[in-house]
């Protein structure tokens, strides 16, 4: 996982990089070689979920609308699904939203690029300084 702090946005970026899970299932080597044409095919996703100033609320569980965007760009193909920023919301990571998203990359063997807000346990802001 790859986190990247922006300080003006402060804004997390989850990579999920899933080569050790996915490569353990039998066949993929095959399935990757075929795959390297030097073209990779990524699916845009923009959808609803939380924006940048909304905090978190009860009961609702943003995976609920990601994990079929997930599922749908795996079935068209995609090597990479990216979703919008702040989408998560404020998110502690790891969490049993990354989790599921985790879950769900490993499944559909493809990448899953998708952004937050990162909180300490007392609640504040991840930030750089």
């Known amino acids: 996982m790859l986190k990247a702090t922006l ?4 804004c997390t ?3 999920v990089a899933l080569t050790d899970l996915i490569g353990a299932r039998a066949g ?3 399935q990757a070689s075929e795959r390297r044409s030097g073209l990779v095919k990524v ?4 959808i609803k979920g939380y924006d940048k100033g ?3 609320r009860e009961g609702y569980d943003p995976t609920e609308a990601i994990v079929p ?6 079935k068209d193909s995609a090597q990479l699904v990216v979703f919008p920023e702040y989408i998560l ?5 790891p969490s049993p939203i990354t989790k599921k998203i985790l879950v769900a990359a490993a499944a559909n063997h493809i990448y899953v690029i998708i952004g937050g807000w990162e909180t300490h346990a ?3 802001l991840q930030t750089r300084r």
């Open 69 to 74: 965007y997930i599922d749908r760009a795996s």
């Open 43 to 46: 699916a845009a996703m923009q």
């Open 89 to 93: 919301g404020h998110i502690r990571v």
């Open 28 to 30: 993929y080597a095959q």
């Open 7 to 10: 300080p003006q946005a402060m």
């Open 54 to 56: 909304n905090l978190p």
């Open 13 to 15: 970026i989850f990579v």
């Open 122 to 124: 007392d609640g504040s």
